[in-house]
Structures are given as structure tokens and as C-alpha cells.
């Protein structure tokens, strides 16, 4: 499912299975998550290569691998994220931040994703994926976990979180942190009862609107809504020292509000793809928990259907694309 481009529908194209050279493997896929930064690349909010196939979520199959592979098998089961490739050569690369590369390729956005039968992906950036989890749960882990995963560690060692926005990402580090002895606080639109009530049902210790103020005093916050109004909104519920971590790769912008808000040593920061590291570190935590991830599948020819469900809030949990 191709897109051609912003603002339109995907389209069905037809083409050869790519021939896999150097670190390549070609993978059959089995399942992809249908993720919000997806949105925001079909919505034209940011952009990159056209015409794309995105989609990084995906969990597959090796068929073929390329010359130089040594590390990946034919047959075996691989999950590949939204960080496709690195330069391993500039000084964000050379400092261990590979999520900050100059030269990166994103699956799905630089480089043909997961929306399809078939994907070539480096096999160095290939991530293996826990027998636990079958293809179509752990497609969400591949970035509504990875990257909510790194906005976790972000956050700190506060026992008290506040998530805004209670969707695909959320569910699941809302798992995480209740397994590491936290109080998760979910925030969700006014009118989502069903988003609350799913919260609730996941373990966290209050769910209510974004623009109530929580029963206790925050830690810190993530924010997964794509709304830059929450972040003042945040600001005043994080106490001293706490710090409001804003998870996604695109947000509009942030309204002008009173300093004494941030000041107290309040901090905010961003979130910016993945390491090969958090991938690793974040799929052998999910066995550990283990993490339940919800899921509504589609097919693949569905992808626009799925897409415009998660872009009006009809999706509990996260939407899956299945060939």
C-alpha cells in the first residue's frame, strides 16, 4: 500500500520482491502496526522520500539474505523499528546516540516499510523478537513500546506518571511502569470513557480528562498526543525537579504560558527515535512482564480504513495490519 502523496489514500501497487545485497535480508511480513507517526506522514505533517510503502512496525520471516549477513538465518523471525539504518560514522553515532544520526534511513519514511507482502530491511537493525509474543501482539512493541520505552527511561525513577494520550504507546508502558512499582495517571480526551475505563482495567490508579488536574502531585509526564497544549497542562501537575517528556515525532505547537510554570527546576525535553540498545533492553522486558498488547486487526488492503480509525480515536489499544 503505496502512498503518492500527503493527504491522499494508499494505493495497491504490485511489484518484483526486492533481491537483498550487502547487510540485507528480505522479509515476508506477518503482521505491522499501524502507528500515529504513519498518520502524520500520510497527513503530510512531516515529510520525506515519495512515493513510500510505510510502516515500521513490522514483525516477519527472513527469506533471503545478502551477502555480508552472518547474524540472521533463513526462516528466522525478526522485527524491524523505525530506525532502518545508521552512518555509524558521525559524532552522534560515535557518542552511542545512533537515534540522532545525520544520515539515518526511518522504515516506512526513508525506506519502503511494512504496508506490504514483502520488505528488505538491514539485518544489522533487525531485532529479534521473544517466543512469547505472537506476530500480531508484538507488532505494537516495535515502536508504540520502543519508543514510549525510551520516553520511560527518560522520564526517571519518579514513582508517580502522568500519561497524556492513552493509546497504542501508552497501553503498553502503562504495563511496564505498574510492573516497576509506579502509579500511572491516565489522561485522555473528555469525551473517552471507553479510553478510561481501559486504562483503569490495565491497573493505573486514576484516569480522567487531560484538562483535570490528577489526584496527586506528579513525578514526571509523558505525553503521547500529538497536542502542544499539554504541555503547560503537564507543567503544572509535575512537582519540583519532575520533567514532562514529549514522546512523539511531531506535535503542534506549544501555546506561550507563565514562566513560574517550568521554573522550580521543572524541565521539558524530547524523545528522538531509538537505539538498537532500548530495542533490545525493551523486548526482553516485555517477556519479563509480560506485556498483553490490544490489538484490531485489518487487512492489508485496509490500511486507509485503519489509518482513518486511529486518526479519529476509534482504535482501543492498536490497530495491525495483517497480510
Known sequence: MQLDAPGILLRLVRREVPEPTTFDVVIEVSACGVCRTDLHIVDGEIHGVLPIVPGHEIVGRVIAVGPDVTDLRLGERVGVPWLGRSCGACLYCNIGRENLCDNAVFTGFSSDGGYATHCLADSRFCLRIPGAF??????????????????????????????????????????????????????????????????????????????????????????????????????????????????????????????????????????????????????????????????????????????????????????????
Request: glycine fraction near 10%.
Open 134 to 323: 505472537g506476530d500480531v501482539e508484538a507488532a505494537p512493541l516495535l515502536c508504540a513500546g520502543l519508543i514510549g520505552y525510551r520516553a520511560l527511561k527518560l522520564a526517571g525513577d519518579g514513582t508517580r506518571l502522568g500519561f497524556y494520550g492513552f493509546g497504542a504507546a501508552a497501553h503498553i508502558l502503562a504495563q511496564v511502569a505498574i510492573w516497576q512499582g509506579r502509579s500511572v495517571y491516565a489522561f485522555t480526551q473528555r469525551d473517552d470513557r471507553d479510553g478510561q475505563a481501559f486504562a483503569r482495567s490495565l491497573g493505573c490508579t486514576w484516569a480522567g480528562a487531560s484538562d483535570e488536574s490528577p489526584p496527586d502531585e506528579l513525578d514526571s509526564a509523558i505525553i503521547f498526543a500529538p497536542a502542544g497544549e499539554l504541555v503547560p497542562q503537564a507543567l503544572r501537575h509535575v512537582r519540583k525537579g519532575g520533567r514532562v517528556v514529549c514522546a512523539g515525532i511531531h506535535m503542534s505547537d506549544i501555546p506561550s504560558f507563565p514562566y513560574e510554570y517550568l521554573w522550580g527546576e521543572r524541565s521539558i525535553m524530547s524523545v528522538a527515535n531509538l537505539t538498537r540498545e532500548d530495542g533490545r533492553e525493551f523486548l526482553e522486558l516485555a517477556a519479563q512482564v509480560p506485556i498483553t498488547t490490544s490489538t484490531t486487526q485489518f487487512r492489508l488492503s485496509q490500511a486507509n480504513e485503519a489509518l482513518t480509525q486511529l486518526r479519529t480515536g476509534e482504535i482501543v489499544g492498536a490497530a495491525v495490519l495483517v497480510p
